[in-house]
């Protein structure tokens, strides 16, 4: 079974310009979060979806981050315009959705990550 | 409010040596996991174990072992003998049973290992 996986792997561009990221989940998960990590801090949540739902998007950082989830599959995550602070590795994961079942924490997958670079 | 803290912010040690990385955390819910993961330098992010609130026993796992202490909201995560290949940076993290089903993980700041041969 395929993991989660995030295109690209790496970005560079130049302040002022857009970026979108791609985040597509296992098969079946129905909970998604993206997750970022700013040169030498923690790694801090930016939101979850449920399906195409946004649960909760407190994390996202202003207005210049768009998140998405069309048909409930894939995400992305567009920055517009991008600025210097914006750089750092951009994390994805999904979830099944076990509620009501013994143990029913709903473990996170996470995918290998995008590194986004900003100059 | 929820907070984990990784008081070393790095920590060099030469192989064979035994290590101990810190982890405190602050939560309000009696209900919570903690985890440790950790991100070698291909980036990616390694799930190493998770461990929720009602289960207090120390785990071992081959070279790893962790110390969970309620009394002291500690975390703790030693590795024995330690190896080259254990370096890496090692981020504890913290989830609370969230409504809608947001179990979204609160991070330490993380601890850079290095290992010298």
């Known amino acids: 079974e395929a993991g989660v996986t995030q295109f690209p792997s790496h970005s560079v561009i130049e302040k002022g310009q857009t970026v979108t990221l791609r985040c597509d989940p296992i098969?079946?998960?129905?909970?998604l979060y993206w997750y970022r990590r700013v040169m030498g801090k923690e790694i801090k949540f930016l939101l979850h979806f449920v399906k195409e739902s946004k649960q909760d998007e407190s994390g996202m950082p202003n207005n210049r981050f768009l998140a998405e989830r069309t048909g409930g599959t894939y995400s992305t995550l567009k920055v517009q315009p991008a600025e210097l602070e914006d750089s750092g590795v951009y994390f994805c994961?999904?979830?099944?959705?076990?509620?009501?079942?013994?143990?029913?924490?709903?473990?996170?997958?996470f995918g290998p990550g995008t590194r986004l670079t900003v100059l | 409010a929820q907070k984990v803290t990784q008081a070393q912010t790095e920590i060099s040690v030469v192989e064979k040596e035994d290590v101990t990385l810190d982890c405190v955390y602050e939560t309000r819910d009696t209900t919570y996991y903690l985890f440790w993961y950790k991100q070698p330098p291909s980036g990616e992010l390694v799930f190493l174990i998770r461990?929720?609130?009602?289960d207090e026993q120390n785990e071992i796992s081959g070279r790893y072992s962790w110390n969970f202490q309620k009394s002291t909201s500690s975390f703790n995560f030693t590795i024995t003998a330690s190896q080259v290949v254990d370096s890496a940076v090692y981020f504890c993290?913290?989830?609370?049973?969230?409504?809608?089903?947001?179990?979204?993980?609160?991070w330490g700041a993380g601890t850079k290992l290095i290992i010298k041969p």
């Open positions: 098969s079946g998960h129905d909970n």
């Open positions: 994961a999904s979830s099944q959705d076990l509620t009501g079942l013994a143990d029913s924490y709903n473990e996170q997958f």
């Open positions: 461990r929720n609130s009602f």
């Open positions: 993290a913290l989830s609370e049973a969230g409504s809608f089903n947001n179990y979204q993980l609160i």
